[in-house]
């Protein structure tokens, strides 16, 4: 007798890179949220892959001046901006870059914020020797907010079901930081909070 397995889809098991634009995976509103409720940002805000608004709406809502921008046209901000190659500069940026660009996002954001830059990346982003060598190294992040619960990040328009199975943290940097990165756990209760 052969046992058959069937494989139930898994939204965040593996993140497809959205480098053509056809695939939109926006971040929910709760996920900003938990943000800008435990770092404080003061100046303009650049989202620079702003996709639908999601986040961009989230941070103008603390009162910021926020710029828009990502390099695909899905209804909001300014499009055609690839922000790994920009020479725009901010006071912040707080974005959620495309999976396969991660990367090159921080390297870019770490010379056009003036203040403080965050990326929503996975908690995994921490390992490997390539990126412990040209990023950490050099530049470590000021904190690290791990999310609590977890983030599934679905395509735009489709029935929401189930929970994630990849843990997901903020990763800022800050200019006025100095000494070691500090690990810290966002509070519970946001999901519940600010889903829609």
């Known amino acids: 007798m052969t046992q058959q397995f069937v494989l139930a889809p898994q939204p965040t098991l593996k993140r497809i890179a959205d480098l053509n634009g056809p695939d939109f995976y926006p971040t929910p509103s709760w996920a900003t949220y938990a943000l800008v409720d435990n770092e ?5 805000i650049w989202e620079s892959a702003c996709g639908d608004g999601a986040m961009s709406e989230v941070l103008e809502s603390t009162g910021a001046n926020v710029q828009s921008s ?3 046209d899905r209804g909001y901000g300014e499009t055609g901006i690839d922000f ?4 725009r500069k901010s006071d912040n940026i707080v974005t959620n870059p495309p999976f396969n660009a991660a990367e090159d996002f921080v390297h870019s954001g770490l010379k056009l914020a003036g203040r403080k830059f965050a990326l929503l990346l ?3 982003f921490l390992e490997g020797a390539g990126r412990q060598h040209s990023i950490f190294k050099k ?3 000021s904190k690290v ?5 977890r983030i599934t990040f ?3 328009n489709v029935v929401q079901k189930g929970s994630g199975t990849t843990a997901y943290a903020w990763f800022v940097w800050d200019r006025d930081h ?8 966002l509070p519970t209760g946001y999901k519940a909070k600010y889903s829609t």
């Open 40 to 44: 404080k940002f003061q100046g303009d």
């Open 145 to 149: 907010w791990v999310f609590s619960e």
């Open 84 to 87: 790994r190659g920009a020479s």
């Open 154 to 156: 679905y395509p735009k």
């Open 178 to 185: 100095s000494g070691p990165t500090q690990l810290c756990w």
């Open 70 to 72: 990502d390099l695909f």
């Open 122 to 124: 996975r908690l995994a």
């Open 139 to 141: 530049a470590p992040p």
